[in-house]
Structures are given as structure tokens and as C-alpha cells.
């Protein structure tokens, strides 16, 4: 009960799907993920066969020396999945995060990198 005598919300928090952009170069791919109020210690990154997985959960901050009486700000958690391509090498995925942004990089296989053959003449 809140100190007006009405009762806390408790709700099942939703997933929310990230919004992201996914950029393609020769050497691989660079997805980016909006998952605002994420840290590092909230996040996971996972592949499982061709499977690549992004959850995290934000936090909301809570002031010093306060309770709270109300609240209808609900605790962000966030769940998206991709398949991967066999040009991609799951092994060498880069994640960074940065101010909520999440930031991988999917090199391709030096087998699907486009490559130069040279031509000789006779």
C-alpha cells in the first residue's frame, strides 16, 4: 500500500523489441541497437548455432533517501533474435555499448569476403 492507501502497482513488465540498423560492408556487418537505460552488467549477447540473441534490462534510477509512494514507470526489459548467415563468423562478434546504443560488429568468413583474381596474360 502506497501512503495514500491505494495499492503498488505490480504488473508483468512487456518485452520490448529493440529498434535496430544493420549496415553491410566487404568485411562483414555492424548491427546497432537501441536499448536505452542498459549497462553493461543488465546485457547479453549470445549465439547458439545460427541463432544471435540481445536481452538486457534497463534501470531505472532511484533517488537517494526516497521511497516511492507511486510509480507507473515500468522497468524496461529488451529481447531480440536474429538469424545468422553462413557468411558470418559467430566466433569473432565485437559488442560494445555505449550510452544505451548496443554496437556489433559480424565480420564475414574469409571465404564470403570478396576477393581480387588476378589474370595472367598467355
Keep these: 500500500m502506497s501512503a495514500a492507501g491505494q495499492p503498488l502497482r505490480t504488473e508483468a513488465v512487456a518485452t ?7 549496415y553491410e ?5 555492424t548491427l546497432i541497437a ?13 549465439v547458439t548455432g ?4 540481445i536481452e538486457g534490462t534497463a534501470s531505472v534510477p532511484v533517488m537517494a533517501n ?4 507511486y510509480g507507473e514507470v515500468q ?7 536474429f538469424t545468422l548467415s553462413r557468411e558470418l563468423d559467430p566466433g569473432k562478434i565485437d559488442a560494445r555499448l555505449s550510452n544505451g546504443v548496443l554496437t556489433l560488429r559480424i ?3 574469409e571465404e564470403a569476403k570478396p576477393r ?7
Design 16 to 22: 520490448l523489441v529493440p529498434p535496430v540498423d544493420i
Design 25 to 29: 560492408d566487404e568485411a562483414g556487418l
Design 34 to 46: 537501441d536499448m536505452p537505460g542498459v549497462a553493461k552488467e543488465q546485457l547479453a549477447v549470445r
Design 50 to 53: 545460427d541463432s544471435l540473441v
Design 66 to 69: 526516497m521511497e516511492l509512494v
Design 75 to 81: 522497468t524496461p526489459q529488451y529481447r531480440r533474435s
Design 107 to 109: 565480420p564475414k568468413t
Design 116 to 122: 581480387r583474381i588476378e589474370v595472367r596474360v598467355g
